[in-house]
């Protein structure tokens, strides 16, 4: 399968800024991919971009995209309480977008 | 809308047992899949359907079966359940916007 590398935690206090880092393997027409797991629940999709953008904001999410570093990252402003939780980056490919590859999460910790 | 429903939510199997997961959506999505979650391990795709009738293999199929007979079902079925099939099992649907849409979860565990 493909590579998708996340680090595995981060911790922030509340009301800073968060950053997640994934990097991925490149290909053409790709679309990349923000979940959301919290404890004992599925995967809540947060927000995704398609490989010819370079940003995407959508409230306290600012995704960032770097194709020449096949980097993504994930920025939430103000991070509160709600949101510590595990955070995927996730890739399908533009061959076949019936295939996901995941990263193996980043758990995030807000401390109050 | 229920959205993705997946049962039971927990279950303990004996090593050779075999047991069906049950998965339901009422988007009328033509594509589903199976993941399995372990720790340190993301999620990796088992199974796929993109409509009734049609389904493939993911990364990891050995010792799993599926069969796609209506579009809102997507059974996955464990013939002979071995330890390593202890996880947590996520069932997805996906709209035509390629945005996926996950269930609650089954957590297996085969002892």
């Known amino acids: 399968g493909e590579d998708v590398e996340q680090s595995l935690f981060l911790s922030v206090r509340e009301g800073d800024s968060s950053v997640i880092n994934c990097t991925y393997t490149d290909s053409s027409s790709t679309y990349l991919y923000w979940y959301k797991q919290e404890p004992g629940a599925g995967l809540q999709l947060l927000t995704y971009?398609?490989?010819?953008?370079d940003m995407k904001q959508d409230q306290r999410l600012t995704v960032l995209l770097n194709k020449k570093d096949k980097h993504l990252s994930l920025r939430i402003a103000d991070t509160q309480t709600g949101d510590s939780a595990i955070y995927f980056c996730a890739e399908s490919m533009g061959n076949n977008f019936n295939k996901f590859y995941f990263g193996s999460g980043t758990k995030l910790n807000v401390k109050p | 809308n229920a959205g993705v429903t997946q049962t039971p939510k927990f279950q303990v199997l004996k090593t050779g047992q075999s047991m069906t997961l049950q998965c339901a959506q009422d988007?009328?999505?033509?594509?589903m899949s199976w993941y399995r979650q372990d720790p340190g391990m993301g999620l990796r795709l088992i199974h796929y359907s993109v409509g009734a009738g049609i389904t493939d293999q993911g990364e990891v199929p050995n010792g799993y079966n599926v069969s796609r007979s209506t579009t809102e079902d997507f059974p996955l079925r464990l013939l002979s359940a071995a330890p390593s099939q202890t996880s947590v099992y996520f069932c997805?649907?996906?709209?035509?916007?390629?945005?996926?849409?996950f269930g609650p979860g089954t957590r297996l565990t085969v002892l």
């Open positions: 988007m009328n999505h033509e594509y």
């Open positions: 971009i398609f490989s010819n953008m």
């Open positions: 997805a649907s996906r709209s035509s916007y390629n945005e996926q849409f």
